[in-house]
């Protein structure tokens, strides 16, 4: 980070925080947008000129740093600002120059309790190897999930744990365990080579900010069955997506072999979606729970996704959880509308029938 922060990207950090913001959207022609509960709100003050969004977008970057966006055009990288604490920054074009779009990372890290995530999940970070998905859209607190199950492995295991991020969003320090984070183009030149590198570090636990690719999945896989837990995030709406998009990547041969290391090393799945409370005051948490059980691991070695629902209903006694029964139940709780619950579901006539 430069060394004299813009004093307006400065005030408008401190601002973002004070309101509990998620993020914050600089963009020239408009003025400061932020994030707040899942609606984005315009602060009532004059619009940026593009050369003050550029001014302000370079006052965060170092020299380095600088030079990778001119070349690429593109960058995430992360600062800590005193006020509002670690933050995101994303760097993008658009219509010839920079604009920013800002994450605040917050500076603890929240219980489980106050997250509402369900109680077997710790107990799937509990198992001594294989994989555990986090997958959800953008914004849907994968991040959020994957940072306090690190700090419940740091609170509960003595082990190494070794993180791969773009970029750091949280700061863990070491308390039982052993936690090396690597930042990409901070501390290792790719996602996918800092990846490889990894399983020579003798770690107990890989943390995956997110695997993206063939290669990246490929390699948390041979990770996974070969003795190390590994955690990792995804862009995908549900369980069976993240499983589709997975098996996807790869063709002939090669699926077949990652059709059966998911079989044999997948420990679990949670799908999440945050969404706006009845008052809209807040954001709540929906999320469905898969884990691979007998039952789920046939389905996937015969790759039968379809069936993945089937299975997970009948197997709600070992704690599995659909998004739509998650949906009923917040609705039950009056924590979101009906018109919520409805727009989320993964049957809505079914879910429509059941609500009446």
């Known amino acids: 980070m430069s060394s004299t922060i813009h004093p307006e990207i400065d005030r408008l950090l401190q601002g973002g925080s004070d309101l509990g913001a998620s993020d914050l959207h600089v963009i020239a022609g408009v003025s400061a947008a932020f994030r707040v509960n899942g609606e984005i709100i315009l602060a009532e003050e004059d619009p940026f000129t593009p050369e003050e969004v ?31 604490g670690r933050v995101r920054v994303t760097l993008y074009r658009r219509n010839g120059a920079a604009e920013l779009s800002l994450r605040f990372c917050g500076e603890s890290v929240s219980t489980r309790e106050q997250l509402a995530l369900p109680e077997r999940l710790d107990d799937l970070v509990r198992r ?32 190494k744990i070794l993180t791969i991020e773009d970029p750091i969003e949280y700061v863990h320090e070491n308390r039982r365990a052993l936690i090396v984070q690597q930042e990409v183009l901070t501390d290792v030149r790719s996602f996918n080579r800092a990846l490889i590198h ?53 063709e002939g041969s090669a699926q077949r072999q990652v059709v059966l290391q998911l079989a044999n090393t997948l420990q679990g799945i949670i799908a999440q979606e945050l969404l706006p409370s009845v008052d809209r005051l807040r954001r709540v948490l929906a999320y469905e729970l898969l884990l691979a059980n007998t039952a789920i691991r046939t389905v996937i070695r015969q790759n039968e996704l379809h069936h ?49």
């Open 54 to 84: 550029t001014a302000m977008s370079y006052s965060l970057l170092s020299d380095a740093q600088r030079l990778k966006f001119e070349q690429e055009w593109e960058l995430c990288v992360s600062i800590r600002h005193p006020g509002a």
């Open 128 to 159: 001594p190897n294989g994989l555990v998905l986090i997958t959800g859209p953008t914004g849907s607190g994968k991040t959020t999930t994957l940072n306090y199950l690190v700090d419940m492995l740091n609170s509960e295991r003595r082990c």
């Open 308 to 356: 993945l629902y089937n299975v997970m209903q009948t197997s709600q006694r070992d704690g599995m959880v659909l998004m739509d029964n998650c949906l009923m139940d917040l609705y039950g709780r009056a924590q979101i509308t009906y018109d919520t619950a409805v727009s989320k579901a993964r049957q809505p006539d079914r879910f429509q029938k059941f609500a009446q």
């Open 198 to 250: 990894a399983l020579r570090q003798d770690p107990d636990v890989m943390v995956i900010g997110e695997i993206r690719d063939h290669e990246a999945i490929a390699t948390a896989l041979t990770a996974a069955e070969t003795g190390h837990l590994v955690l990792a995030t995804m862009h995908s709406p549900g369980v069976t997506h993240a499983l589709e998009r997975i098996i996807g990547v790869f």
